[in-house]
Protein backbone atom coordinates (compact mmCIF):
# COMPACT_ATOMS: atom_id res chain seq x y z
CA UNK A 1 0.00 0.00 0.00
CA UNK A 2 1.22 3.39 -0.76
CA UNK A 3 2.44 6.07 1.94
CA UNK A 4 0.28 8.23 0.98
CA UNK A 5 -2.78 5.56 1.10
CA UNK A 6 -1.48 4.31 4.69
CA UNK A 7 -2.12 7.75 5.80
CA UNK A 8 -5.61 8.50 4.08
CA UNK A 9 -6.70 4.96 5.72
CA UNK A 10 -5.73 6.25 9.13
CA UNK A 11 -7.45 9.16 9.27
CA UNK A 12 -10.59 7.27 7.74
CA UNK A 13 -11.01 4.46 10.26
CA UNK A 14 -10.63 7.54 12.86
CA UNK A 15 -13.48 9.08 11.30
CA UNK A 16 -15.13 5.70 11.51
CA UNK A 17 -15.21 5.55 14.80
CA UNK A 18 -16.13 9.37 15.61
CA UNK A 19 -19.11 8.03 13.14
CA UNK A 20 -20.30 5.55 14.67
CA UNK A 21 -19.71 7.33 18.49
CA UNK A 22 -22.29 9.25 16.93
CA UNK A 23 -24.44 6.87 15.69
CA UNK A 24 -24.43 5.15 19.40
CA UNK A 25 -25.50 8.61 21.32
CA UNK A 26 -28.03 9.20 18.78
CA UNK A 27 -29.93 6.20 19.44
CA UNK A 28 -29.16 6.78 23.48
CA UNK A 29 -31.43 9.36 23.42
CA UNK A 30 -33.69 8.86 26.24
CA UNK A 31 -31.74 5.84 27.94
CA UNK A 32 -28.27 8.60 28.03
CA UNK A 33 -29.53 11.72 27.53
CA UNK A 34 -32.26 13.53 27.84
CA UNK A 35 -33.19 16.56 25.06
CA UNK A 36 -33.00 17.13 21.24
CA UNK A 37 -29.09 19.22 21.25
CA UNK A 38 -27.04 16.09 22.28
CA UNK A 39 -28.87 14.35 19.59
CA UNK A 40 -28.67 16.54 17.08
CA UNK A 41 -24.71 17.12 17.03
CA UNK A 42 -24.39 13.11 16.58
CA UNK A 43 -26.82 13.28 13.35
CA UNK A 44 -23.75 13.57 10.76
CA UNK A 45 -23.05 9.96 11.78
CA UNK A 46 -24.59 7.95 8.82
CA UNK A 47 -23.57 10.39 5.66
CA UNK A 48 -20.05 10.63 7.32
CA UNK A 49 -20.34 6.89 6.98
CA UNK A 50 -21.17 6.76 3.20
CA UNK A 51 -18.69 9.93 2.36
CA UNK A 52 -15.79 7.25 3.78
CA UNK A 53 -17.63 4.86 2.08
CA UNK A 54 -16.89 6.10 -1.46
CA UNK A 55 -13.56 6.80 -0.01
CA UNK A 56 -12.33 3.42 0.90
CA UNK A 57 -14.30 2.12 -2.03
CA UNK A 58 -12.33 3.91 -4.68
CA UNK A 59 -9.34 2.90 -2.73
CA UNK A 60 -10.50 -0.66 -2.64
CA UNK A 61 -11.30 -0.90 -6.76
CA UNK A 62 -7.66 1.26 -7.26
CA UNK A 63 -5.64 -1.69 -5.60
CA UNK A 64 -7.91 -4.01 -7.59
CA UNK A 65 -5.92 -6.55 -9.62
CA UNK A 66 -5.62 -6.62 -13.50
CA UNK A 67 -6.98 -10.10 -13.53
CA UNK A 68 -9.76 -9.58 -11.07
CA UNK A 69 -13.18 -8.62 -13.01
CA UNK A 70 -14.99 -5.90 -11.88
CA UNK A 71 -17.77 -8.60 -10.85
CA UNK A 72 -15.74 -10.87 -8.84
CA UNK A 73 -14.42 -7.64 -7.62
CA UNK A 74 -18.57 -6.34 -6.73
CA UNK A 75 -19.27 -10.34 -5.53
CA UNK A 76 -16.67 -10.15 -3.44
CA UNK A 77 -17.50 -7.38 -1.64
CA UNK A 78 -20.50 -7.74 -1.59
CA UNK A 79 -20.27 -10.95 0.21
CA UNK A 80 -18.20 -8.85 3.00
CA UNK A 81 -21.11 -7.63 4.21
CA UNK A 82 -23.92 -9.86 3.36
CA UNK A 83 -22.16 -12.41 5.75
CA UNK A 84 -21.84 -10.32 8.93
CA UNK A 85 -25.33 -9.09 7.76
CA UNK A 86 -26.86 -12.76 8.07
CA UNK A 87 -25.57 -13.92 11.28
CA UNK A 88 -26.69 -10.57 12.58
CA UNK A 89 -29.93 -11.45 11.33
CA UNK A 90 -30.18 -15.40 12.97
CA UNK A 91 -28.50 -13.88 16.49
CA UNK A 92 -30.97 -11.00 16.84
CA UNK A 93 -34.29 -13.44 15.63
CA UNK A 94 -33.15 -16.22 18.14
CA UNK A 95 -33.01 -13.70 21.07
CA UNK A 96 -36.10 -12.18 20.10
CA UNK A 97 -38.39 -14.79 19.53
CA UNK A 98 -37.35 -16.37 22.70
CA UNK A 99 -34.41 -18.76 21.65
CA UNK A 100 -35.60 -19.76 18.76
CA UNK A 101 -34.89 -19.96 15.06
CA UNK A 102 -38.20 -20.30 12.09
CA UNK A 103 -36.12 -20.55 8.54
CA UNK A 104 -39.48 -18.57 6.92
CA UNK A 105 -39.39 -15.60 9.15
CA UNK A 106 -35.59 -15.49 8.95
CA UNK A 107 -35.91 -15.39 5.06
CA UNK A 108 -38.17 -12.85 5.29
CA UNK A 109 -36.52 -10.75 7.93
CA UNK A 110 -33.34 -10.80 5.78
CA UNK A 111 -34.51 -9.93 2.30
CA UNK A 112 -36.40 -6.77 4.17
CA UNK A 113 -33.62 -5.66 5.97
CA UNK A 114 -36.50 -4.47 8.83
CA UNK A 115 -35.85 -7.10 11.74
CA UNK A 116 -33.45 -4.03 13.56
CA UNK A 117 -33.95 -0.44 12.68
CA UNK A 118 -30.05 -0.23 11.90
CA UNK A 119 -30.32 -2.66 8.33
CA UNK A 120 -31.70 -0.33 6.27
CA UNK A 121 -27.93 0.70 5.97
CA UNK A 122 -27.11 -2.74 4.86
CA UNK A 123 -29.38 -2.67 1.82
CA UNK A 124 -28.18 1.08 0.60
CA UNK A 125 -24.48 0.06 0.85
CA UNK A 126 -25.05 -3.18 -0.83
CA UNK A 127 -26.88 -0.78 -3.66
CA UNK A 128 -24.14 1.11 -3.93
CA UNK A 129 -21.05 -1.53 -3.71
CA UNK A 130 -23.57 -3.05 -7.25
CA UNK A 131 -22.99 0.32 -8.82
CA UNK A 132 -19.79 0.79 -7.30
CA UNK A 133 -17.51 0.07 -10.85
CA UNK A 134 -19.53 1.77 -13.10
CA UNK A 135 -19.19 5.20 -10.43
CA UNK A 136 -15.45 4.39 -10.37
CA UNK A 137 -15.06 5.11 -13.86
CA UNK A 138 -16.81 7.80 -14.31
CA UNK A 139 -14.25 9.19 -11.35
CA UNK A 140 -11.12 8.13 -13.26
CA UNK A 141 -12.90 9.84 -16.58
CA UNK A 142 -13.54 13.23 -14.96
CA UNK A 143 -9.51 13.56 -14.82
CA UNK A 144 -8.95 15.79 -17.49
CA UNK A 145 -5.99 17.93 -16.20
CA UNK A 146 -6.98 21.23 -16.14
CA UNK A 147 -10.69 20.84 -16.85
CA UNK A 148 -10.87 18.11 -14.39
CA UNK A 149 -12.97 20.38 -11.73
CA UNK A 150 -15.44 21.55 -14.41
CA UNK A 151 -15.96 17.47 -15.35
CA UNK A 152 -16.21 16.58 -11.41
CA UNK A 153 -18.45 19.33 -10.95
CA UNK A 154 -20.87 17.84 -13.55
CA UNK A 155 -20.37 14.80 -12.41
CA UNK A 156 -21.47 16.05 -9.13
CA UNK A 157 -24.47 17.62 -10.14
CA UNK A 158 -25.67 14.73 -12.18
CA UNK A 159 -24.94 12.39 -8.94
CA UNK A 160 -27.20 14.82 -7.08
CA UNK A 161 -29.83 14.83 -9.80
CA UNK A 162 -29.98 11.10 -9.36
CA UNK A 163 -30.02 11.66 -5.98
CA UNK A 164 -32.97 13.88 -6.18
CA UNK A 165 -35.12 11.65 -8.68
CA UNK A 166 -34.38 8.72 -6.25
CA UNK A 167 -36.16 10.22 -3.37
CA UNK A 168 -38.91 11.64 -5.16
CA UNK A 169 -40.19 8.91 -7.84
CA UNK A 170 -38.49 5.76 -6.64
CA UNK A 171 -38.84 3.11 -3.88
CA UNK A 172 -36.49 0.21 -2.44
CA UNK A 173 -37.71 -1.20 0.41
CA UNK A 174 -40.06 -0.53 3.60
CA UNK A 175 -37.17 0.05 6.24
CA UNK A 176 -35.98 3.11 7.61
CA UNK A 177 -34.91 6.40 6.01
CA UNK A 178 -32.83 6.11 2.90
CA UNK A 179 -33.16 2.46 2.64
CA UNK A 180 -36.38 3.48 1.57
CA UNK A 181 -35.21 4.51 -1.86
CA UNK A 182 -32.77 3.25 -4.51
CA UNK A 183 -29.47 3.76 -3.81
CA UNK A 184 -30.28 5.46 -0.60
CA UNK A 185 -31.20 8.61 -1.92
CA UNK A 186 -29.29 11.11 -1.31
CA UNK A 187 -26.68 8.77 0.41
CA UNK A 188 -26.10 8.05 -3.54
CA UNK A 189 -24.52 12.22 -3.77
CA UNK A 190 -22.18 11.14 -0.68
CA UNK A 191 -21.18 8.45 -1.87
CA UNK A 192 -20.25 9.58 -5.17
CA UNK A 193 -18.39 12.64 -3.29
CA UNK A 194 -16.53 10.30 -1.29
CA UNK A 195 -15.21 8.54 -4.58
CA UNK A 196 -14.15 12.16 -6.01
CA UNK A 197 -12.15 12.81 -2.90
CA UNK A 198 -10.30 9.85 -2.73
CA UNK A 199 -8.97 10.39 -6.59
CA UNK A 200 -8.16 13.62 -5.57
CA UNK A 201 -5.55 12.61 -3.11
CA UNK A 202 -5.93 15.41 -1.15
CA UNK A 203 -3.02 15.13 1.87
CA UNK A 204 -1.83 17.76 4.24
CA UNK A 205 1.99 17.14 4.42
CA UNK A 206 3.25 19.75 6.37
CA UNK A 207 2.76 20.66 10.14
CA UNK A 208 1.74 24.46 9.32
CA UNK A 209 -0.37 23.56 6.83
CA UNK A 210 -2.16 20.93 9.08
CA UNK A 211 -2.91 23.60 11.48
CA UNK A 212 -4.27 26.08 9.31
CA UNK A 213 -6.64 23.87 7.98
CA UNK A 214 -7.80 22.46 11.25
CA UNK A 215 -8.13 26.31 12.50
CA UNK A 216 -9.98 26.79 9.27
CA UNK A 217 -11.88 23.09 9.69
CA UNK A 218 -13.08 24.19 13.35
CA UNK A 219 -14.41 27.76 12.64
CA UNK A 220 -16.41 26.27 9.65
CA UNK A 221 -18.04 23.31 11.73
CA UNK A 222 -18.68 25.69 14.67
CA UNK A 223 -20.49 28.04 12.29
CA UNK A 224 -22.24 24.84 10.65
CA UNK A 225 -22.64 23.18 14.39
CA UNK A 226 -24.74 26.97 15.27
CA UNK A 227 -26.87 27.00 12.25
CA UNK A 228 -27.80 23.85 12.58
CA UNK A 229 -29.12 24.04 16.29
CA UNK A 230 -30.83 27.19 15.72
CA UNK A 231 -32.41 26.45 12.62
CA UNK A 232 -33.16 22.58 13.72
CA UNK A 233 -34.07 21.41 9.85
CA UNK A 234 -36.50 24.49 9.70
CA UNK A 235 -34.95 25.05 5.92
CA UNK A 236 -35.23 21.22 4.86
CA UNK A 237 -38.10 21.01 5.83
CA UNK A 238 -39.27 24.29 4.23
CA UNK A 239 -37.46 23.01 0.67
CA UNK A 240 -38.43 19.40 0.55
CA UNK A 241 -41.14 18.80 3.63
CA UNK A 242 -40.05 15.49 5.28
CA UNK A 243 -38.34 13.59 2.71
CA UNK A 244 -34.81 15.12 3.11
CA UNK A 245 -33.50 16.21 6.95
CA UNK A 246 -31.46 13.73 8.15
CA UNK A 247 -32.10 10.53 6.89
CA UNK A 248 -31.36 10.40 3.95
CA UNK A 249 -29.76 14.07 4.47
CA UNK A 250 -31.05 17.74 3.33
CA UNK A 251 -28.94 20.75 2.81
CA UNK A 252 -28.54 21.54 6.09
CA UNK A 253 -27.39 18.09 7.43
CA UNK A 254 -24.60 17.64 4.15
CA UNK A 255 -23.07 20.81 5.02
CA UNK A 256 -22.85 19.84 8.50
CA UNK A 257 -21.41 16.44 7.99
CA UNK A 258 -18.85 17.40 5.32
CA UNK A 259 -18.15 19.75 8.05
CA UNK A 260 -17.59 17.04 10.48
CA UNK A 261 -14.97 15.44 7.51
CA UNK A 262 -13.00 18.20 6.75
CA UNK A 263 -12.66 18.81 10.53
CA UNK A 264 -11.33 15.14 11.31
CA UNK A 265 -9.66 15.00 8.52
CA UNK A 266 -7.42 18.23 9.67
CA UNK A 267 -7.08 17.42 13.06
CA UNK A 268 -6.04 13.73 12.49
CA UNK A 269 -3.67 14.98 9.82
CA UNK A 270 -2.22 17.22 12.37
CA UNK A 271 -1.94 15.13 14.68
CA UNK A 272 -0.14 12.55 12.68
CA UNK A 273 2.54 15.00 11.71
CA UNK A 274 2.98 15.89 15.57
CA UNK A 275 4.93 12.78 16.11
CA UNK A 276 3.90 12.70 19.79
CA UNK A 277 3.72 9.65 21.19
CA UNK A 278 -0.11 9.95 23.37
CA UNK A 279 -1.59 11.26 20.38
CA UNK A 280 -0.18 8.81 17.92
CA UNK A 281 -1.64 6.25 20.13
CA UNK A 282 -4.88 7.73 20.63
CA UNK A 283 -5.06 7.58 16.30
CA UNK A 284 -3.73 4.67 16.63
CA UNK A 285 -6.41 3.02 18.94
CA UNK A 286 -9.55 5.30 17.00
CA UNK A 287 -8.36 3.79 13.86
CA UNK A 288 -7.94 0.36 15.09
CA UNK A 289 -11.61 -0.01 16.59
CA UNK A 290 -13.06 1.91 13.36
CA UNK A 291 -12.09 -1.16 11.44
CA UNK A 292 -14.90 -3.29 13.45
CA UNK A 293 -17.70 -0.48 12.67
CA UNK A 294 -19.36 -2.88 10.86
CA UNK A 295 -20.04 -5.18 13.34
CA UNK A 296 -20.68 -2.57 16.58
CA UNK A 297 -23.62 -0.86 13.39
CA UNK A 298 -25.19 -4.79 13.12
CA UNK A 299 -25.59 -5.08 17.01
CA UNK A 300 -25.48 -2.17 18.93
CA UNK A 301 -29.23 -2.09 19.19
CA UNK A 302 -29.75 -5.47 20.39
CA UNK A 303 -27.07 -4.81 22.95
CA UNK A 304 -28.84 -1.56 24.25
CA UNK A 305 -31.73 -2.98 24.57
CA UNK A 306 -30.57 -5.95 27.15
CA UNK A 307 -28.67 -3.56 28.96
CA UNK A 308 -31.30 -2.29 31.17
CA UNK A 309 -32.57 -5.51 32.28
CA UNK A 310 -29.05 -6.96 32.77
CA UNK A 311 -27.43 -3.50 34.61
CA UNK A 312 -30.89 -2.38 36.54
CA UNK A 313 -28.70 -0.71 39.19
CA UNK A 314 -27.70 1.79 36.29
CA UNK A 315 -31.08 2.80 36.21
CA UNK A 316 -30.77 6.56 36.18
CA UNK A 317 -28.96 8.90 33.48
CA UNK A 318 -24.92 9.54 34.52
CA UNK A 319 -21.49 9.98 33.12
CA UNK A 320 -21.58 6.33 34.81
CA UNK A 321 -23.95 4.89 32.69
CA UNK A 322 -22.89 6.44 29.21
CA UNK A 323 -19.66 4.58 29.79
CA UNK A 324 -20.87 1.41 30.71
CA UNK A 325 -23.69 1.40 28.00
CA UNK A 326 -20.90 2.40 25.12
CA UNK A 327 -18.10 0.52 26.39
CA UNK A 328 -20.43 -2.58 25.99
CA UNK A 329 -21.61 -1.53 22.51
CA UNK A 330 -18.17 -1.26 21.25
CA UNK A 331 -16.75 -4.17 23.24
CA UNK A 332 -18.81 -6.68 22.81
CA UNK A 333 -19.20 -6.60 18.88
CA UNK A 334 -15.50 -6.08 18.69
CA UNK A 335 -14.64 -9.05 21.24
CA UNK A 336 -17.23 -11.49 19.38
CA UNK A 337 -15.38 -10.36 16.21
CA UNK A 338 -11.66 -11.44 17.69
CA UNK A 339 -12.77 -14.56 19.22
CA UNK A 340 -14.15 -15.40 15.75
CA UNK A 341 -11.01 -14.20 14.16
CA UNK A 342 -9.13 -16.23 16.71
CA UNK A 343 -11.05 -19.34 15.98
CA UNK A 344 -10.73 -19.42 12.07
CA UNK A 345 -7.13 -18.64 11.98
CA UNK A 346 -6.75 -21.42 14.73
CA UNK A 347 -9.01 -24.37 12.62
CA UNK A 348 -6.61 -23.39 9.66
CA UNK A 349 -3.52 -23.57 11.18
CA UNK A 350 -4.54 -26.94 12.57
CA UNK A 351 -5.39 -27.68 8.50
CA UNK A 352 -2.36 -26.61 7.05
CA UNK A 353 -0.53 -28.95 9.82
CA UNK A 354 -2.49 -31.55 9.04
CA UNK A 355 -2.05 -31.27 5.44
CA UNK A 356 1.78 -30.27 6.20
CA UNK A 357 1.81 -33.83 8.01
CA UNK A 358 -0.27 -35.75 5.70
CA UNK A 359 2.13 -34.98 3.38
CA UNK A 360 5.08 -35.76 4.92
CA UNK A 361 3.74 -39.35 5.26
CA UNK A 362 2.56 -40.04 2.30
CA UNK A 363 6.04 -41.05 0.58
CA UNK A 364 6.36 -43.45 3.61
CA UNK A 365 3.18 -45.24 2.92
CA UNK A 366 3.68 -45.24 -0.78
CA UNK A 367 7.22 -46.64 -0.15
CA UNK A 368 5.26 -49.65 2.14
CA UNK A 369 2.61 -50.11 -0.67
CA UNK A 370 5.47 -50.68 -2.68
CA UNK A 371 7.03 -53.14 -0.71
CA UNK A 372 3.82 -54.93 0.13
CA UNK A 373 3.10 -55.48 -4.07
CA UNK A 374 6.88 -56.39 -5.10
CA UNK A 375 6.55 -58.95 -1.57
Not at 26 to 35: C, N
Not at 118 to 144: D, K, N
Not at 166 to 191: E, M, R
Not at 216 to 230: D, E, P, Q
Request: positive net charge.
Amino acid sequence: MPKTEKKSVVWIDCAKFLAILAVLIDHGKGILYEGETIQYISFFSVSVFFFLSGMTTWYSLGRKKAEETFVRWTARRLWRIIAPYLVAVAVCQFLKSGFTLSLGPYILWALNFNLEGQFYFVLIYLQLIAAAPFLYLLTVFCRRGRFSFLWRSGYLAAALALSLFCVKHSTALQTYGGGNYLLGGTYLFLFVMGMIAADMQIVIRYRSRAFFCAAVATVIYAAALVFLLKDRLALDEALFGWLLRVNPPGITMTVYSLAVIFLIFSWCSLGALMNHGVVSRILAVSAWLGRYTLYIFLYHMLILEYLPAMLPFLSEISPLKTIVYLGAMIGLPVGGKLLYDTFCRRLMKKAIAEAVEESARRPEREEAELSRRSG
